[in-house]
């Protein structure tokens, strides 16, 4: 069993700079400024305690954050000693998680397969895989391609644009409603919600209204199925109920919009800078931006929470039974004991994605979502740039995420005919007629506004 180190100083803004903070019993705290500022500084300091160490992940929630990369394998790939069901989480069934935690949406059960473990996690994710294997890569990169014309033509003839909140926040949320097969006026509330949810501003209504848009939808590809990922969920022989369907519905656009966003917006912040070269052909290519990201600055940089069936040891770090145990993505990729063999991986061995049996399912169409994403952008503004210094970005607090506030960017206006499409076809949903798109959109109507657009 590993000896307990002699710590070295925590960061700057840590409690444990005061001998540990009181409300986590010497847990550093991963959901502040300080974090977000410079999550390596934190990572450098829990590796100390080996290969797991103690964090906070919102006051009073309490976890341990596996940092070294060979440990973060030994548990995603060993679920008979670390389970996903978070009905198993020791604190929170002896009431000694807040009831309004912060960190509950992303850690409590739901009839899921992310939080489900043996034959019930085989059966959804069985569901879930066939029903995205159907997606046509062809028609998923043509549309990708529709939607980011679409938003480019909101702002080309503006010369400035927050590429993170005007772009990548809202092309995989019109992608996957796509995807899903959304009428327009569901749609609407899909993105709205989702947004809502991730931005933490309302989340409880956020949530409600998410629920009931997918209640609806789900409701409405039982009458009117099409060739949609909804439909595909209803049909499969697992025969999921509604609240089942809702609930992989959630996991697939949560899983599937927040990372993509980031992994988008951070992919732009590398090739806009001089790190990555620039937008008129420097040094690195679209793709090796992608991975260089999915490496250094993961979208999910700490998620993956399991629960040990048993006391266990983690390479010498005691793990109690029912006690949640975090992957930091993050910390595992830029593990200093790789830094002599990471040459010889492969490009893809990061953990982004996860590994073993609850890997991302959908990781090949969200790297071709992401990959598209970026180079329509630089192809169709060719000298854009970034219009403040890379140092003066900032990022969203939160345990979980590895995301920017914006990424403000300036370039040549452009001032286009709009371009005229061959009608849009979305298997056999009709669209009503929507109001026209103001000039950047509200949030709430992107996706109404998108269709409107896409007839013309």
């Given at each position: 069993?590993e000896?307990?180190p002699?710590l070295?100083?925590p ?30 500084a ?15 992940l ?8 596996v ?6 394998l ?20 002896e009431g000694?998680v ?9 850690l409590?059960?739901r009839?899921n ?23 046509d890569?062809?028609?998923?990169s ?10 480019i ?11 993170l ?19 327009s ?5 899909l993105?709205?919600?989702m ?7 309302d989340a ?10 997918l ?7 039982r ?10 969920l209803?049909e ?5 109920n509604?609240?089942e ?20 917006a951070n ?16 040094g690195?290519?679209?793709e090796?931006a ?6 250094n ?12 069936v048993t006391d ?17 993505f ?5 593990d200093?004991?790789?830094?002599d ?5 492969s490009k893809?061995?990061h953990?982004?994605?996860g ?64 371009p ?5 076809v ?10 026209q798109?103001?000039?950047?959109g509200?949030?709430g109507?992107?996706?109404s ?8």
């Amino acid at each position: 069993m590993e000896t307990q180190p002699d710590l070295q100083a925590p960061p700057p803004g840590c409690p444990a700079h005061q001998g540990g903070g009181q409300q986590g019993g010497g847990a550093v705290p991963l959901y502040g400024p300080e974090f977000a500022a410079a999550p390596e500084a934190f990572y450098a300091f829990l590796r100390q305690y080996g290969a797991a160490g103690p964090v906070e992940l919102a006051p009073g929630v309490q976890a341990s954050l596996v940092t070294r990369y060979s440990a973060a394998l030994q548990v995603l790939q060993n679920p008979d000693l670390f389970a996903k069901d978070s009905r198993r989480w020791r604190a929170l069934n002896e009431g000694r998680v807040p009831e309004d935690s912060p960190a509950l949406p992303m850690l409590a059960y739901r009839p899921n397969c992310l939080f489900s473990d043996g034959a019930d996690h085989a059966r959804l994710r069985q569901a879930v895989t066939d029903s995205l294997a159907k997606l046509d890569p062809h028609r998923l990169s043509r549309h990708v391609e529709r939607v980011a014309d679409y938003l480019i033509g909101q702002f080309s003839a503006q010369g400035s644009v927050d590429l993170l909140n005007e772009y990548a926040k809202v092309l995989p949320l019109l992608v996957f409603n796509e995807l899903f097969g959304c009428p327009s006026e569901i749609g609407d509330r899909l993105v709205h919600g989702m947004s809502g949810i991730f931005d933490g501003v309302d989340a409880e209504r956020a949530n409600a209204e998410l629920s009931q848009a997918l209640i609806e939808l789900v409701t409405y590809k039982r009458a009117h199925p099409a060739e949609d990922v909804t439909s595909w969920l209803i049909e499969h022989p697992v025969r999921l109920n509604d609240e089942e369907m809702v609930h992989q519905l959630v996991t697939l656009m949560g899983a599937g919009t927040e990372p993509v966003q980031n992994v988008i917006a951070n992919a732009l912040r590398l090739l806009l800078t001089d790190e990555g070269g620039s937008a008129l052909g420097g040094g690195l290519l679209v793709e090796d931006a992608i991975d260089d990201v999915l490496w250094n600055n993961p979208p999910l940089a700490n998620y993956a929470a399991h629960y040990p069936v048993t006391d266990t040891e983690l390479d010498g770090v005691p793990l109690r039974e029912g006690d949640p145990v975090l992957i930091s993505f993050a910390a595992a990729n830029t593990d200093p004991s790789l830094s002599d063999s990471r040459q010889m991986l492969s490009k893809r061995a990061h953990l982004a994605w996860g590994a073993g049996p609850h890997a991302c399912p959908a990781k090949d169409p969200a790297r071709l979502i992401c990959v598209a994403a970026v180079e329509k952008l630089l192809n169709q503004l060719p000298d854009i740039e970034m219009s403040v210094p890379v140092e003066s970005l900032t990022w969203r607090p939160g345990p979980f995420h590895r995301a920017l506030n914006e990424l403000p960017a300036q370039f040549t206006p452009v001032v286009a005919e709009k371009p005229k499409p061959a009608p849009f076809v979305q298997g056999s949903v009709p669209q009503p007629t929507p109001p026209q798109p103001t000039a950047r959109g509200r949030q709430g109507s992107w996706w109404s506004s998108f269709l409107s657009w896409w007839k013309v």
